[in-house]
T-cell receptor
Framework: EAGVTQFPSHSVIEKGQTVTLRCDPISGHDNLYWYRRVMGKEIKFLLH????????ESGMPNNRFLAERTGGTYSTLKVQPAELEDSGVYFCASSKVPGVAFFGQGTRLTVV | AQTVTQSQPEMSVQEAETVTLSCTYDTSESDYYLFWYKQPPSRQMILVIRQEAYKQQNATENRFSVNFQKAAKSFSLKISDSQLGDAAMYFCAYEEYGNKLVFGAGTILRVKS
């Protein structure tokens, strides 16, 4: 069984550019979460999808961030325009039942 | 709001020795999950151990065990017979059933040979 897959593993972009991160959850997992860790700080929740619906997007920092989950399968997180403070590692996790979340390897985003 | 506190930014342990990582949390809920995740330099977050709050028995997974004190809201991780491969960042996390994870700041564990 394939795990949670994230693309790309690393992205370096200039301030003001747009970046799209992708997460492919484990097949059959209705719950998909996005988290991020800004350098030296805690891992923070961004949002939670149940199938294609946003269950909780209370962690989205501002309207420069847009998350979608097409057909309840993979999800994308777009940052437009990117700012320096958006640099960090973005994690995706999926789960089928509560208490069992599987994480992807993360995408390291560097905004210069 | 729930919070998770890891008071040890960094810990060191000699290979084959035992080390305990501390975690406290704050919640008004009675049912929830607690986790320890490991993040090695490769970045993949790996679940180390999980505890369900309604279970009084402390969870164990081979060399990893927890000391869960519900009343004190404490959830420490003990690693026995430490190995070089245990070196990583360890995160304590809380989950209210089916909801988001709340993480602590992490503890870097260094294992000395």
């Amino acid at each position: 069984e394939a795990g949670v897959t994230q693309f790309p593993s690393h992205s370096v972009i200039e301030k003001g550019q747009t970046v799209t991160l992708r997460c492919d959850p484990i097949s059959g997992h209705d719950n998909l979460y996005w988290y991020r860790r800004v350098m030296g700080k805690e891992i923070k929740f961004l949002l939670h999808f149940v199938k294609e619906s946003k269950q909780d997007e209370s962690g989205m920092p501002n309207n420069r961030f847009l998350a979608e989950r097409t057909g309840g399968t993979y999800s994308t997180l777009k940052v437009q325009p990117a700012e320096l403070e958006d640099s960090g590692v973005y994690f995706c996790a999926s789960s089928k039942v509560p208490g069992v979340a599987f994480f992807g390897q993360g995408t390291r985003l560097t905004v210069v | 709001a729930q919070t998770v506190t890891q008071s040890q930014p960094e810990m060191s342990v000699q290979e084959a020795e035992t080390v305990t990582l501390s975690c406290t949390y704050d919640t008004s809920e009675s049912d929830y999950y607690l986790f320890w995740y490991k993040q090695p330099p490769s970045r993949q977050m790996i679940l180390v151990i999980r505890q369900e709050a309604y279970k009084q028995q402390n969870a164990t997974e081979n060399r990893f065990s927890v000391n869960f004190q519900k009343a004190a809201k404490s959830f420490s991780l003990k690693i026995s017979d430490s190995q070089l491969g245990d070196a990583a960042m360890y995160f304590c996390a809380y989950e209210e059933y089916g909801n988001k994870l709340v993480f602590g700041a992490g503890t870097i564990l260094r294992v000395k040979s």
